[in-house]
Protein backbone atom coordinates (compact mmCIF):
# COMPACT_ATOMS: atom_id res chain seq x y z
CA UNK A 1 0.00 0.00 0.00
CA UNK A 2 1.52 3.48 -0.79
CA UNK A 3 1.09 6.44 1.44
CA UNK A 4 0.36 8.63 -1.41
CA UNK A 5 -2.60 6.42 -2.97
CA UNK A 6 -6.23 7.45 -1.82
CA UNK A 7 -8.64 4.61 -1.13
CA UNK A 8 -12.49 4.23 -0.90
CA UNK A 9 -15.55 2.66 1.15
CA UNK A 10 -17.54 3.42 -1.59
CA UNK A 11 -21.52 3.56 -0.21
CA UNK A 12 -21.69 5.40 2.84
CA UNK A 13 -25.04 3.59 4.28
CA UNK A 14 -25.50 0.74 6.53
CA UNK A 15 -22.54 -1.72 5.22
CA UNK A 16 -20.26 0.71 4.17
CA UNK A 17 -20.20 2.42 7.82
CA UNK A 18 -19.68 -1.57 8.87
CA UNK A 19 -16.32 -1.24 6.52
CA UNK A 20 -15.17 1.29 7.12
CA UNK A 21 -13.38 0.39 10.46
CA UNK A 22 -11.62 -2.88 9.08
CA UNK A 23 -10.57 -0.68 6.35
CA UNK A 24 -9.35 2.14 8.32
CA UNK A 25 -7.24 -1.05 10.65
CA UNK A 26 -6.18 -2.32 7.24
CA UNK A 27 -4.41 0.80 6.39
CA UNK A 28 -3.00 1.72 9.68
CA UNK A 29 -1.29 -1.53 10.10
CA UNK A 30 0.14 -0.66 6.77
CA UNK A 31 1.23 2.34 7.65
CA UNK A 32 -1.52 4.66 5.72
CA UNK A 33 -2.54 7.75 7.16
CA UNK A 34 -6.34 7.67 7.82
CA UNK A 35 -6.71 10.89 6.21
CA UNK A 36 -6.07 9.16 2.98
CA UNK A 37 -9.28 7.00 3.34
CA UNK A 38 -12.74 8.48 2.28
CA UNK A 39 -16.23 7.46 2.03
CA UNK A 40 -17.42 8.04 -1.58
CA UNK A 41 -21.13 7.85 -2.18
CA UNK A 42 -22.89 9.15 -5.29
CA UNK A 43 -25.93 10.48 -3.12
CA UNK A 44 -22.80 12.57 -1.40
CA UNK A 45 -24.10 15.80 -0.57
CA UNK A 46 -25.33 15.73 3.15
CA UNK A 47 -23.11 15.56 5.63
CA UNK A 48 -19.52 16.27 4.89
CA UNK A 49 -18.61 13.51 7.41
CA UNK A 50 -19.81 10.22 8.63
CA UNK A 51 -18.32 8.54 12.01
CA UNK A 52 -15.50 10.95 11.50
CA UNK A 53 -14.46 10.09 7.96
CA UNK A 54 -14.74 12.49 4.76
CA UNK A 55 -17.46 12.04 2.40
CA UNK A 56 -16.76 12.63 -1.21
CA UNK A 57 -18.95 12.43 -4.65
CA UNK A 58 -17.65 10.23 -7.24
CA UNK A 59 -16.56 12.66 -9.30
CA UNK A 60 -15.02 14.46 -6.25
CA UNK A 61 -13.00 11.51 -5.15
CA UNK A 62 -11.41 11.68 -9.18
CA UNK A 63 -10.72 15.12 -8.48
CA UNK A 64 -8.31 14.56 -5.30
CA UNK A 65 -4.49 14.46 -6.29
CA UNK A 66 -3.06 10.98 -5.54
CA UNK A 67 -0.43 8.35 -7.08
CA UNK A 68 -3.49 5.75 -7.38
CA UNK A 69 -6.90 5.37 -6.40
CA UNK A 70 -8.61 2.38 -5.15
CA UNK A 71 -12.27 1.53 -3.96
CA UNK A 72 -13.92 -1.19 -2.54
CA UNK A 73 -17.45 -2.13 -3.09
CA UNK A 74 -19.37 -1.76 0.19
CA UNK A 75 -22.92 -1.97 -1.08
CA UNK A 76 -24.92 -5.18 -1.02
CA UNK A 77 -26.98 -4.88 -4.13
CA UNK A 78 -24.65 -7.17 -6.34
CA UNK A 79 -26.07 -5.55 -9.57
CA UNK A 80 -24.75 -1.89 -8.41
CA UNK A 81 -21.23 -3.29 -7.18
CA UNK A 82 -21.29 -4.71 -10.83
CA UNK A 83 -22.22 -1.14 -11.89
CA UNK A 84 -19.86 0.21 -9.95
CA UNK A 85 -16.50 -2.45 -11.01
CA UNK A 86 -17.30 -1.15 -14.45
CA UNK A 87 -17.26 1.95 -13.56
CA UNK A 88 -14.06 2.07 -11.44
CA UNK A 89 -12.37 0.06 -13.61
CA UNK A 90 -12.93 2.44 -16.76
CA UNK A 91 -11.74 5.49 -14.36
CA UNK A 92 -8.79 3.71 -13.19
CA UNK A 93 -9.26 3.14 -9.90
CA UNK A 94 -8.45 -0.16 -8.74
CA UNK A 95 -10.12 -2.65 -7.07
CA UNK A 96 -9.66 -3.06 -3.40
CA UNK A 97 -10.12 -5.67 -0.72
CA UNK A 98 -11.04 -5.33 2.99
CA UNK A 99 -10.46 -8.01 5.90
CA UNK A 100 -10.95 -8.00 9.18
CA UNK A 101 -7.81 -8.52 11.10
CA UNK A 102 -9.72 -11.76 12.54
CA UNK A 103 -10.36 -13.42 9.83
CA UNK A 104 -9.42 -16.82 9.34
CA UNK A 105 -7.67 -18.32 5.70
CA UNK A 106 -6.42 -22.18 5.44
CA UNK A 107 -4.66 -23.57 2.58
CA UNK A 108 -5.06 -22.83 -1.26
CA UNK A 109 -7.63 -19.80 -0.73
CA UNK A 110 -7.77 -18.21 -4.30
CA UNK A 111 -9.69 -15.17 -3.51
CA UNK A 112 -10.89 -12.42 -6.64
CA UNK A 113 -10.37 -8.69 -6.07
CA UNK A 114 -12.25 -6.63 -4.55
CA UNK A 115 -13.79 -8.74 -1.41
CA UNK A 116 -14.98 -7.73 1.94
CA UNK A 117 -14.15 -10.09 4.67
CA UNK A 118 -16.07 -9.18 7.60
CA UNK A 119 -15.11 -10.24 11.06
CA UNK A 120 -15.43 -13.75 12.03
CA UNK A 121 -15.20 -15.40 8.67
CA UNK A 122 -13.85 -18.11 7.79
CA UNK A 123 -12.39 -19.29 4.45
CA UNK A 124 -10.95 -22.75 5.32
CA UNK A 125 -9.04 -24.83 2.52
CA UNK A 126 -8.86 -25.40 -0.96
CA UNK A 127 -11.63 -22.85 -2.21
CA UNK A 128 -12.31 -20.69 -5.03
CA UNK A 129 -13.81 -17.11 -5.01
CA UNK A 130 -14.57 -14.78 -7.63
CA UNK A 131 -14.21 -11.05 -7.66
CA UNK A 132 -16.14 -8.44 -5.24
CA UNK A 133 -17.14 -11.23 -2.72
CA UNK A 134 -19.12 -10.23 0.35
CA UNK A 135 -18.85 -12.15 3.83
CA UNK A 136 -20.44 -10.68 6.31
CA UNK A 137 -19.80 -11.27 10.20
CA UNK A 138 -19.69 -15.02 11.11
CA UNK A 139 -19.99 -16.19 8.02
CA UNK A 140 -17.97 -19.22 6.85
CA UNK A 141 -17.08 -21.13 3.11
CA UNK A 142 -15.82 -24.27 3.53
CA UNK A 143 -13.17 -27.04 1.44
CA UNK A 144 -13.82 -27.23 -2.26
CA UNK A 145 -16.43 -24.68 -2.84
CA UNK A 146 -16.61 -22.62 -5.65
CA UNK A 147 -17.95 -19.06 -5.43
CA UNK A 148 -18.71 -17.23 -8.54
CA UNK A 149 -18.82 -13.30 -9.02
CA UNK A 150 -20.83 -10.46 -6.92
CA UNK A 151 -21.61 -13.34 -4.49
CA UNK A 152 -23.20 -11.65 -1.58
CA UNK A 153 -23.36 -13.64 1.83
CA UNK A 154 -25.17 -12.05 4.96
CA UNK A 155 -24.28 -12.17 8.22
CA UNK A 156 -23.48 -16.22 9.87
CA UNK A 157 -24.04 -18.02 6.52
CA UNK A 158 -22.73 -21.64 6.66
CA UNK A 159 -21.63 -22.60 3.34
CA UNK A 160 -20.71 -26.22 3.90
CA UNK A 161 -17.65 -28.07 1.43
CA UNK A 162 -18.44 -28.70 -1.72
CA UNK A 163 -21.21 -26.12 -3.08
CA UNK A 164 -21.10 -24.28 -5.92
CA UNK A 165 -22.05 -20.76 -5.84
CA UNK A 166 -22.52 -18.98 -9.12
CA UNK A 167 -22.65 -15.30 -10.07
CA UNK A 168 -24.71 -13.08 -8.07
CA UNK A 169 -26.27 -15.43 -5.57
CA UNK A 170 -27.66 -13.28 -2.38
CA UNK A 171 -27.83 -15.90 0.49
CA UNK A 172 -29.30 -14.59 4.17
CA UNK A 173 -28.52 -14.31 7.72
CA UNK A 174 -27.90 -17.33 9.12
CA UNK A 175 -28.71 -20.00 5.96
CA UNK A 176 -27.34 -23.04 6.12
CA UNK A 177 -25.81 -25.05 2.38
CA UNK A 178 -25.52 -28.83 2.76
CA UNK A 179 -22.82 -30.43 2.20
CA UNK A 180 -22.53 -31.57 -1.53
CA UNK A 181 -20.23 -34.56 -2.67
CA UNK A 182 -16.67 -34.29 -4.95
CA UNK A 183 -18.21 -34.19 -8.40
CA UNK A 184 -21.22 -33.62 -7.73
CA UNK A 185 -21.90 -30.49 -5.51
CA UNK A 186 -24.54 -28.46 -4.31
CA UNK A 187 -25.40 -25.88 -6.97
CA UNK A 188 -27.14 -22.26 -6.18
CA UNK A 189 -27.46 -20.81 -9.24
CA UNK A 190 -27.12 -17.64 -10.80
CA UNK A 191 -29.01 -14.55 -9.35
CA UNK A 192 -30.91 -16.98 -7.18
CA UNK A 193 -31.67 -15.80 -2.91
CA UNK A 194 -31.54 -17.56 -0.07
CA UNK A 195 -33.91 -16.70 2.54
CA UNK A 196 -33.23 -16.08 6.11
CA UNK A 197 -32.14 -19.30 8.17
CA UNK A 198 -33.41 -21.18 4.80
CA UNK A 199 -31.62 -24.96 5.32
CA UNK A 200 -30.87 -25.81 2.02
CA UNK A 201 -30.72 -29.58 1.18
CA UNK A 202 -30.37 -29.76 -2.61
CA UNK A 203 -29.56 -27.35 -5.97
CA UNK A 204 -31.44 -24.33 -6.12
CA UNK A 205 -32.18 -23.12 -9.80
CA UNK A 206 -30.56 -19.99 -11.61
CA UNK A 207 -33.03 -17.12 -10.11
CA UNK A 208 -35.28 -19.00 -7.65
CA UNK A 209 -35.85 -17.92 -3.91
CA UNK A 210 -35.74 -20.36 -1.71
CA UNK A 211 -37.05 -20.13 1.95
CA UNK A 212 -37.29 -22.77 4.88
CA UNK A 213 -36.31 -25.79 6.33
CA UNK A 214 -35.90 -28.22 3.98
CA UNK A 215 -35.48 -24.90 1.63
CA UNK A 216 -38.45 -24.67 -0.93
CA UNK A 217 -38.82 -22.70 -3.94
CA UNK A 218 -41.19 -19.90 -3.00
CA UNK A 219 -43.85 -19.64 -5.70
CA UNK A 220 -44.56 -15.74 -6.86
N1 LIG B 1 -24.95 4.15 -3.78
C1 LIG B 1 -24.04 4.85 -4.57
N2 LIG B 1 -24.06 4.62 -5.92
C2 LIG B 1 -24.96 3.77 -6.53
C3 LIG B 1 -25.88 3.08 -5.70
C4 LIG B 1 -25.84 3.30 -4.33
O1 LIG B 1 -23.22 5.60 -4.05
O2 LIG B 1 -24.93 3.64 -7.76
C5 LIG B 1 -24.93 4.38 -2.34
C6 LIG B 1 -26.25 4.92 -1.81
O3 LIG B 1 -26.30 6.33 -1.93
C7 LIG B 1 -26.25 4.42 -0.37
C8 LIG B 1 -25.41 3.13 -0.44
O4 LIG B 1 -24.73 3.16 -1.68
O5 LIG B 1 -25.63 5.35 0.49
C9 LIG B 1 -26.28 1.88 -0.41
O6 LIG B 1 -26.92 1.82 0.79
P1 LIG B 1 -28.09 0.79 1.14
O7 LIG B 1 -28.58 1.19 2.48
O8 LIG B 1 -29.04 0.69 -0.01
O9 LIG B 1 -27.37 -0.61 1.20
P2 LIG B 1 -26.26 -1.31 2.10
O10 LIG B 1 -25.45 -0.30 2.84
O11 LIG B 1 -27.00 -2.22 3.02
O12 LIG B 1 -25.48 -2.05 1.09
Redesign the pocket.
Known amino acids: MNPHDLYAV???????REVMPLARQQLAQAGVAAERLVF????AGGPVQVNGQRVLTYAQFLAQPAAARHAVL????SC?RE??AARCAHDGVRAWSVAAANVVRMDEVRLGEGAILSPFVTLTSNLRIGRHFHANIYSYVAHDCVVGDFVTFAPRVCCNGNVVIEDHAYIGTGAVLRQGQPGQPLVIGRGAVVGMGAVVTKSVPPGATVVGNPARVMER
Open positions: YGASGYGVDDAAIANVKL
